[in-house]
Nanobody
Framework: QVQLVESGGGQVQPGGSLRLSCAAS????????IGWFRQAPGQAREGVLSSSEPNGRTYSMAAVRGRFTISRDESENTGYLEMNGLNTEDSAVYIC??????????????????WGRGTPVTVSS
C-alpha cells in the first residue's frame, strides 16, 4: 500500500523559512515524480512545484519562483519542499503527490496517482 506522509508544517513569521518533508512508503521514489500542491481555506488546490523526472527539470508557479525548491533523499525515500522568504499569501495546507516518471512535466492534479493528507503552514506575525 502506497502512503505519502507530509511533515514540517507550522507557524512562521513573514520572511521565515520552512522545510516540508514527504515520506513515501510502498513505492521507491527513484522511479517517481514528486509534486507539491497547496490549498488555502476557501480556495482551489494549486500546483506549487513539480518536475518531469525524479531528478530532472522542475517547474514552479510564478508566485514561489526563486523562493521554493524541491529535493529528495532516495536513501530515506523522502521528498522535500524548501520554502524561503515566506509571506502571508503562502499560508495553506501543503500536499505532496507522486506518479511514475515518464519524462513529461506533471503540472495538474490529474497527473498524480498518490496523495498525502497535507501539512498546514501559517505565515503570520
Amino acid at each position: 500500500q502506497v502512503q505519502l506522509v507530509e511533515s514540517g508544517g507550522g507557524q512562521v513569521q513573514p520572511g521565515g523559512s520552512l522545510r516540508l518533508s514527504c515520506a513515501a512508503s510502498g513505492l521507491h521514489l527513484g522511479q517517481y515524480v514528486i509534486g507539491w500542491f497547496r490549498q488555502a481555506p476557501g480556495q482551489a488546490r494549486e500546483g506549487v512545484l513539480s518536475s518531469s523526472e525524479p531528478n530532472g527539470r522542475t517547474y514552479s508557479m510564478a508566485a514561489v519562483r526563486g523562493r521554493f525548491t524541491i529535493s529528495r533523499d532516495e536513501s530515506e525515500n523522502t521528498g522535500y519542499l524548501e520554502m524561503n522568504g515566506l509571506n502571508t499569501e503562502d499560508s495553506a495546507v501543503y500536499i505532496c503527490a507522486a506518479v511514475v516518471a515518464d519524462g513529461l512535466l506533471k503540472l495538474r492534479e490529474g497527473d498524480y496517482d498518490y496523495w498525502g493528507r497535507g501539512t498546514p503552514v501559517t505565515v503570520s506575525s
